[in-house]
Structure formats: structure tokens, C-alpha cells
């Protein structure tokens, strides 16, 4: 017998690793030092490469939650999050997380385990295409097939994931390719044909936007997520009160301007306040930056701001012209546009239009109403009390429905890549893991997490994970008993026909918590809210509480999907 112990590999010729090992001195050499993940057959080279490294791995208990932990962490942090699955079920698990973070442009790349090169396209056990499947919901995939490919792909994954308009970027590893071995070096910056992460703005362009300002007498920027990912909160506050601007944010962009000021409109769409919409229907220009205009904001097309030239900035191409007719695009980083910008706009006041905004405001305020005839909570008050205890300072994370809609309106938030939600794609099950994923990417900072009794369940064994490694997240569940926003919507449009919609039965969620071994408590008083609320925020460690809310409260104001910004619908 040789002197290589029976069973083993042998010796790596001096100088070279194994592509897993690779995998992970990439990692730590590009500071991608916590990774979410799940293990299983086709990544234990990779797990292995792994134990006793410098990359701190998060076990979580399902791969989806493990998607959205990093998903959090990313638009938390700023920085990449990476994910870890294995091959076949491991990776389509992933599919949710991934098409998430594809709709809200958000950094991510996924390293999944694959059947050997050999055994592709046959079936093998576990095996699935993974790059196939995830093409429609990426940025960008790669399957790796030779080994000295390995490091340069990784290198090219991580600029994609993070460059020009961000986004996920699933990188496939055969297991044959994780074992052999390879010369470890630290790749060149990539250098990709055709792909421009910046592109220069046109001074042209940019100098019709500014004229277009220096004559609008009702002028609104319109700030989406590509303001929060490019961290021009500072330039557009600047450029907002010199101008006399005022700033709509959309859901993914709160925060970027601070929603106490006087300029504010906060949200403005289907569940908007009622004076943004109408301060937005009565504009002469809206200049969309870095903003979608989708339709959950822009129902009818054609009834959009009808007094308005419409400008639009994005790094997208793509996004301009997508849904409405554009007078004024500008395709460019939003930071050079921004700066571009400020050096031909004079300082100029509208004291007409800001009255006008405040006239708006004190009209149709916001309602916070307090317990009704039921003596039930209001889940607005339960919302009100969570930014009354975090002054707006502490990360707060939503799950999907009602309850991310109240957030969204009466969360104070004073800096940008504070609020986190799942904006695009709608994803309920994404508040927990996500809250997760934030809390540890900045463990100075408070975060809540408020999510309701359907979505919180979806990913619930996460609480595992949060308990395991001492998260400290403070879980909120705003328990209607029922799926509300779609019950909401079964009322108004379907002759109150709940089918399916109002749950038979919930768990006791404080005493799922206490078997997971975090404090938590019920409430259903009214007059104990604000102090239960506090106390959950001022605690150490994760926490749960479970707060009883008025079933049959509906978020207003409303409008239906697809019909115009004035078409208020209800109350409110």
C-alpha cells in the first residue's frame, strides 16, 4: 500500500488547492466573510473547505430562508450576500429568494453544489438544471465546467452581482470541480465586453433635465431603490431644499429623504397618503430617479400626472420608456447624474408650491385610529408604536400584506437602508430570515422585524436560527386571523366572499417562540401597547410578541389596480 492513507485524495502538488478551498479563500480575500447556507451532498467539498476557516457560515433551517438571510444582510449592509446550496432540491429552494432579489435589484450571489460534470444530463440523483431554471431571475449564471475557470467566474460574479444595476448572480459548481485541484491566485478586476456599470450621463441630457426644474413651478422628484443602493440621500436632500423640490419615495426608497420634512410625500400609489398622489396629480414635472414606475404606483398610464413632463435617470436602459411615455431620460449612474445636476441648478424657492404640499397634508392626513367599538388594537396604532419606541433609528423589516402597508405610511424613517421589504415581488415569508440577515450585518443597530400571522409562518423555523446564534431580533406579529390584504380585497371587489382567507386555527406564536427558547409574550389590551412595544425594543437579545389586532381593519387610503391617482377607493 502506498503512503498515501487508503481512502484518501492525495496530496495537492505544492501550491495548489481544491476548488472548494479556492471557493472560500476567494471569499474571505473579497471580505464575503458570513455566508447564509444549508449543506448537503454535492457541497460537502465545499463544507469542508469551510471548517475552520475565517467565513462564518450561518446554518438556516430551509435554503429559501437562508436566500432571504442574505437578501437582508445585503440591503442592510450595502455589501454582497452570498448563499450556499446544494444541488437539486437545495438549489430550487434558493428559486424564491433569488427572484426576489431579482425584482428589487439587490446584490446576491448563490454557490450551488452540482452533479458531476460526467453525470450532467442524466438524470443523476439530485440533479437538477439549475442554471436553466434561474436564467429569467438573475442577473447573470454561470455553470462551471473546467476547473481553471473557477476563480475568474467568481471574480466576474461578484462585479455583476454588485455593479451598475445590482442583482443576483448564481454561480453552479460540479462536484468534480470543487475537488480538483487548482493554482489559487487573486483574480484580475473583470473586464466584460459590452457591460458598462456606469455609464457617463449625457451633458445634454442632463442639461434639458436641469432647464426643465429651473421652469416647473410644481417640481417632484420621485426616488426609487436605485437612490437607497447608490447612497445619494445626501445629494437629493441638497438639491431637494435648494430647489424647493418635493420628494416622493417608493417603497423600496424609504428613508432616502427623511419623512418628517416639509418636502416629504412619502408613498405615493395604490396605498399612498391621499396628498401625495394629489400632490403628484397636480405637478407640472416629476423626475423619477432610479425608480421603476411601476404600476402598483402608476395604475392607468394615461392619467399619471396628466399636468406633468415626465424625466426619468437610470443606470437601465431598459427602465426608461418601459411604461410611460418619457420626455426627459437620462440614462447614467445616478450619483454622476446627480452631481452634474447640482452644478447647473440654481438655488431657487417656491414658497406657493410648499404651501401647497402642506395644505395637502394638514387635509388628508394619515389616520391612526385608536381602539373602535371591538376593543380590539389597531394594527396602525401597533405600527405608530413601533416607530414612536425606535425614532425611525432602528432597522425595520416587513413581511408581505397589510401590515407592510402601514409600515410603509407611518414608519418615521430618517436614513436610507433602514426600512427593508419585499417590494417587487411580493414575497411573503421574507420579514423573518430577512431580519435576520440585517440584524447580523449591523449588530449595533436595533432591528424589528413586523410581519403578520401568514406571512410569519411561511418561514417560521428560522427562529432556530435566530436562537442559535443569539440574533437579536424583535419580532412583532400583527394577528388579524386572517390573510388581510387579500381578505381586504375579497371584501371590496368580491361581495365579502372569504374564501380561504380567514384562518380556522393559528398557533399560540408566544409559545412557539418559548420553545425556541425566546421570550415572548400576547397582547390584546389596547391601553398596554405602547409600553409592551417599548419594552420588547429596549431588550436584550431576540424577542417576540404576538399583539391581537382588529380583523376587520383595512388599509385606505386605496386605489384599484389600474385605475387613475385620483380614483380613491373607500374611506381614507
Aim: charged share 20%; aromatic share 6%; hydrophobic share 40%.
Amino acid at each position: 500500500m502506498s503512503a498515501t492513507k487508503q481512502g484518501s485524495p492525495p496530496p495537492a502538488p505544492k501550491g495548489e488547492v481544491s476548488g472548494a478551498e479556492a471557493i472560500i479563500r476567494f471569499l474571505g480575500d473579497h471580505g464575503a466573510d458570513l455566508v447564509f447556507g444549508y449543506p448537503g451532498g454535492a457541497v460537502i467539498p465545499l463544507y469542508d473547505a469551510m471548517f475552520g476557516s475565517n467565513v462564518r457560515h450561518v446554518l438556516c433551517r430551509h435554503e429559501q430562508g437562508a436566500a432571504h438571510a442574505a437578501d437582508g444582510f445585503a440591503r442592510a449592509s450595502g455589501r454582497t450576500g452570498v448563499v450556499f446550496a446544494t444541488s437539486g432540491p437545495g438549489a430550487t429552494n434558493l428559486v424564491t429568494g433569488l427572484a426576489n432579489a431579482h425584482m428589487d435589484s439587490v446584490p446576491l450571489v448563490a454557490i450551488t453544489g452540482q452533479v458531476s460534470t460526467t453525470s450532467i444530463g442524466t438524470d443523476s440523483f439530485q440533479e437538477a438544471d439549475i442554471y436553466g431554471i434561474t436564467i429569467p431571475i438573475t442577473k447573470y449564471n454561470y455553470l462551471v465546467k473546467e476547473p481553471g475557470d473557477l476563480l475568474d467566474v467568481l471574480a466576474e460574479a461578484f462585479h455583476l452581482a454588485s455593479s451598475g444595476r445590482p442583482g443576483p448572480v448564481l454561480v453552479d459548481v460540479p462536484k468534480d470541480i470543487q475537488v480538483a485541484q487548482i493554482r489559487y491566485h487573486k483574480p484580475s478586476p473583470p473586464a466584460i465586453p459590452g457591460y458598462v456599470p456606469r455609464p457617463q450621463p449625457s451633458a445634454d441630457e442632463v442639461a434639458a433635465l436641469a432647464e426643465a426644474v429651473h421652469r416647473s413651478m410644481r417640481p417632484v422628484f420621485y426616488v426609487g431603490g436605485g437612490a437607497a443602493s447608490t447612497g445619494v440621500h445626501r445629494e437629493i436632500l441638497k438639491l431637494a431644499e435648494g430647489s424647493d423640490v418635493a420628494v416622493a419615495t417608493s417603497l423600496l426608497a424609504k428613508g432616502v429623504f427623511p419623512d418628517a420634512h416639509e418636502l416629504s410625500l412619502g408613498l405615493p400609489g395604490m396605498h399612498g397618503a391621499k396628498y401625495a398622489n394629489l400632490a403628484i396629480n397636480e405637478s407640472d414635472l416629476i423626475i423619477g430617479l432610479g425608480v421603476r414606475f411601476d404600476d402598483r404606483v402608476v395604475g392607468d398610464v394615461r392619467r399619471f400626472a396628466p399636468l406633468a413632463r415626465i424625466g426619468h435617470v437610470d443606470v437601465d436602459p431598459a427602465e426608461i420608456g418601459k411604461r410611460l411615455s418619457v420626455d426627459l431620460p437620462v440614462t447614467g449612474d445616478l450619483k454622476l447624474v446627480l452631481d452634474m445636476l447640482a452644478k447647473k441648478l440654481k438655488p431657487s424657492g417656491r414658497p406657493e408650491w410648499r404651501a401647497r404640499i402642506a395644505e395637502l397634508k394638514a387635509a388628508y392626513p394619515l389616520a391612526v385610529p385608536e381602539s373602535g367599538p371591538s376593543g380590539k388594537i389597531k394594527p396602525q396604532a401597533l405600527v405608530k408604536a413601533v416607530s414612536d419606541a425606535t425614532g425611525g433609528e432602528a432597522v425595520t423589516v416587513t413581511d408581505v400584506g397589510q401590515h407592510q402597508m402601514w409600515a410603509a405610511q407611518l414608519i418615521r424613517s430618517v436614513k436610507p437602508r433602514r426600512f427593508l421589504s419585499s417590494g417587487g415581488l411580493g414575497t411573503m415569508g421574507y420579514g423573518l430570515p430577512a431580519a435576520m440577515g440585517a440584524a447580523l450585518s449591523e449588530p449595533g443597530v436595533p432591528t424589528v422585524l413586523i410581519a403578520g400571522d401568514g406571512g410569519i409562518q411561511m418561514n417560521i423555523q428560522e427562529l432556530a436560527t435566530v436562537r442559535e446564534n443569539d440574533v437579536p431580533v424583535k419580532i412583532i406579529v400583527s394577528n388579524n386571523g386572517c390573510l388581510g390584504m387579500v381578505r381586504q380585497w375579497q371584501q371590496f371587489f368580491f361581495g365579502r366572499r372569504y374564501s380561504s382567507t380567514v384562518f380556522g386555527y393559528n398557533p399560540d406564536f408566544a409559545r412557539i417562540a418559548q420553545a425556541y427558547d425566546i421570550p415572548a409574550r400576547r397582547i390584546e389590551d389596547p391601553s398596554g401597547l405602547a409600553e409592551a412595544v417599548s419594552d420588547l425594543v429596549r431588550s436584550d437579545g431576540p424577542g417576540l410578541l404576538d399583539v391581537a389586532v382588529d380583523p376587520e381593519e383595512n388599509v385606505l387610503p386605496m386605489i384599484p389596480a389600474g385605475k387613475g391617482q385620483t380614483d380613491f377607493f373607500g374611506e381614507g
